[in-house]
């Protein structure tokens, strides 16, 4: 059953409305801290195990240390989702570097804070499902991974921003990023996949791919499915003379591309492997994770 939604903050679930973090906070400050997007499905929290080692494995890179073991976090939002009621939900889970003064200096954030939002997402209207996406690569490089490595997925994103607003002007709803070197990283907010010869190609981490769950489901998928798959370097070249693409991520799951930068990908129209994996992935993501609420009868 729905409630009225309640927020964790440091260790306490307030209303939404009474929920606040300082003003001092280096993560509002500084976009300094980590986060984790999670979906639930039919009451199911998807890859729950997955998404907690990532947001520690993040928080370790940046020196940040989270006020809850694995497992209390884990629980923390097992119960978010189950005072938020609703089967569908996405959930964000924040840890900051806590309150400071106005510099730099970590060292001043005495007490990391740790927010947990339920909520429900709709990133894309559902004809965008049935009849594919248009993107467009823009102007906006990829930070370098020897600047800011793409595994730790930090509160920073204007980055990503700037090629999201891009990709709006051009009039479309998503951005293809290069990195510094020409090759493709990723969407502002998803990975990318190609179809190229009956292979499924995504992009390497070093090429500035975040190392996403769903991708991660994805080719978990494919080669239990017998699909040739590779983590490897691509290009514009790649991009246009595929003959499938689709962008993954946890608030989008799997969306097809049938055009970009004005070329058409392939027949035009969401391709045979991104039906065959998006079947595949919607068994996939009610059956893999850590149950909060009742399924559905």
């Known amino acids: ?37 999670i979906r639930v499905y039919d009451g199911n929290i998807f890859r729950l195990q997955q998404h907690v080692e990532r947001l520690y494995h993040s928080a370790q890179c940046i020196l940040l240390r989270i006020p809850l073991t694995p497992e209390e976090m884990r629980l923390a939002i097992v119960e978010t989702v189950r005072r938020r009621g609703l ?8 840890v900051s570097r806590g309150a400071g003064d106005l510099g730099l200096d970590p060292r001043r954030c005495k007490h990391p804070s740790v927010i947990i939002i339920a909520d429900t997402i709709s990133l894309y209207p559902e004809q965008f499902y049935t009849e594919g996406l248009e993107l467009v690569t823009v102007a906006t490089r990829r930070t ?14 204007l980055n990503n921003i700037l090629a999201k607003l891009e990709a709006q002007q051009a009039g479309v709803e998503e951005a293809v990023l290069l990195n510094a070197e020409g090759y493709v990283a990723e969407c502002t907010a998803d990975n990318i996949f190609v179809v190229r010869q009956g292979r499924l190609l995504t992009p390497s981490t ?4 975040l190392l996403g769950v769903t991708r991660d489901g994805v080719l978990d998928l494919a080669r239990e499915q017998g699909i040739p798959c590779e983590e490897t370097f691509l290009t ?19 969306v097809p591309v049938i055009r970009i930068d004005r070329r058409q990908i392939g027949t035009g129209t969401p391709g045979a492997m991104t039906q065959q994996l ?15 609420l009742p399924a559905a009868v």
């Not at 996939?284 to 909060?292: E, F, I, K």
Request: net charge negative.
């Open 206 to 209: 070093a090429a500035g791919a």
């Open 278 to 292: 998006r079947q595949a992935f919607a068994k996939l993501c009610r059956n893999d994770g850590v149950r909060a």
């Open 144 to 157: 370098p991974s020897w600047a800011l490595d793409p595994r730790i997925k930090s509160l920073n994103y």
């Open 1 to 37: 059953m729905q409630t009225a939604m309640q927020i964790y903050v440091n260790g306490c679930f307030v209303p939404a409305q009474e929920a606040s973090v300082s003003v001092f906070d280096h993560g509002f400050l500084y976009g300094d801290g980590v986060f984790e997007g």
């Open 236 to 254: 514009r070249y790649d991009l246009y003379t595929a003959e499938e693409c689709f962008m993954t991520g946890t608030g989008a799951e799997i």
């Open 87 to 94: 089967p569908s939900q996405y959930v964000r889970a924040v």
